[in-house]
């Protein structure tokens, strides 16, 4: 089983700000890896698949990178709407399908 | 405008059994490859089945043996039967369609319905 660690746990910034999260495999995944994000209460909505496309409607704001075992998920500037929690999914090696433990942005 | 609408959670006791319907609207769900996701209160998501369009079934190794994921054609609909329910069953259980029949990311989901296993 493919272990996805994301750091940090919680990142505090402020509306404007740069945000980069990190999601780390336990093997290589390639470029086969999803980017979510979740608000309280709500599913969590696709942004990022295969490291670096972003899904329909997803702004530009919001950018993928990476490969083999690290990858980064970059808010470049971040809006009220961004603070949630953000998971990171492997394809590479199923089942199991695996997620990352989570990263909460929280308004600084 | 693709749609999933779950229904069927609720409270259960441990060894009890619920059954899970996911209806899909605006796409045909036994063309895509169809996934149940979890998420227990307060933590983050877990894989728990998928099935493919060809019908072949996968789960992870916390519900093998105790759940099985089946679909209607004819209604356009998803089902998980849970049988043997544990405490740490206790979940949203969220409707995932996947990306496509090969490429396994989750781009639309439910709204999730909640069950509870307790004593």
């Known amino acids: 089983e493919i272990v996805l660690t994301q750091s940090p746990a919680t990142l505090s910034l402020s509306p404007g700000e740069r945000a980069t999260l990190s999601c780390r495999a336990s093997?290589?995944?390639?470029?086969?890896l999803a980017w979510y994000q979740q608000k309280p209460g709500q599913a969590p909505r696709l942004l990022i698949y295969?490291?670096?496309n972003r899904a329909t409607g997803i702004p530009a704001r919001f950018s993928g990178s990476g490969s083999g075992t690290d990858f980064t998920l970059t808010i470049s500037s971040l809006e009220a709407e961004d603070f949630a929690v953000y998971y990171c999914?492997?394809?590479?090696?199923?089942?199991?399908?695996?997620f990352g433990g989570g990263t909460k942005v929280e308004i600084k | 405008e693709v749609q999933l609408l779950e229904s069927g959670g609720g409270f259960m006791q441990p060894g009890g059994s619920l059954r899970l319907s996911c209806a899909a609207s605006?796409?045909?769900?036994?063309?895509?490859?169809m996934s149940w996701v979890r998420q227990a209160p307060g933590k983050g998501l877990e894989w728990v089945s998928v099935?493919?369009?060809?019908?072949?079934?996968y789960y992870a190794d916390s519900v093998k043996g105790r759940f099985t994921i089946s679909r209607d054609t004819a209604k356009n609909t998803l089902y998980l039967q849970m049988n043997t329910l544990r405490a740490e069953d206790t979940a949203v259980y969220y409707c995932?369609?996947?990306?496509?029949?090969?490429?396994?990311?989750?781009?639309?989901w439910g709204q999730g319905t909640l069950v509870t296993v307790s004593s």
């Open positions: 099935i493919r369009d060809s019908g072949s079934t």
């Open positions: 995932a369609k996947m990306f496509d029949t090969t490429v396994w990311y989750f781009d639309y």
């Open positions: 999914q492997q394809r590479a090696n199923w089942p199991p399908l695996t």
């Open positions: 605006g796409f045909t769900s036994s063309s895509n490859a």
């Open positions: 295969d490291a670096s």
């Open positions: 093997q290589s995944v390639s470029r086969n």
